[in-house]
């Protein structure tokens, strides 16, 4: 390893299963692992052989829009792509609304909700 990276991140979602799948169906990841967590709750860990994203949600719990504003703490979580064109394609395809679109140095972006609200940037830095 040449120095610390990121390994994982891990966030509250409302269904763990649905959010795995969107997360498939966009970015091609795969479920590396499911199971119990803290507090009676059931986490599964989504990403790359490298990287993941722990999709975690509570026992009996009724969450609610405000458990998901932005901001609170987390603004977004940022996904770097090869194909920006092509996965923005499987978001909208999905019936989610990418927005925020930029080309700026050195690469170009847009944003989009999941269905919980959590806003994602993706990212591609490959050229034109």
């Known amino acids: 390893m040449a120095g610390p990276r990121i390994e994982h991140v891990n966030v ?5 299963d649905r959010t ?3 997360m498939n169906s966009l970015f091609g990841w795969h479920i590396r692992w499911r199971g119990p967590a803290r507090d009676g709750g059931h986490t599964i860990h989504v990403g790359s052989k490298e990287q993941y994203v722990a999709l975690y949600t509570g026992h009996n719990v009724a ?3 405000d458990d998901f ?3 609170q703490p987390l603004n977004h979580i940022g996904v770097e792509v090869d194909d920006l ?3 923005e394609a499987r978001v909208t395809s999905q019936g989610l609304k990418p927005f925020g679109h930029d080309n700026y140095v050195p690469g170009r972006r847009f944003y989009f909700l999941d269905p919980d609200g959590i806003e994602y940037e993706v990212v591609s830095y490959a050229g034109p």
């Open 63 to 65: 969450y609610t829009a």
């Open 85 to 87: 064109d092509a996965v």
């Open 12 to 16: 509250t979602v409302s269904d763990p």
């Open 20 to 22: 795995a799948r969107l």
């Open 69 to 71: 504003a932005k901001g």
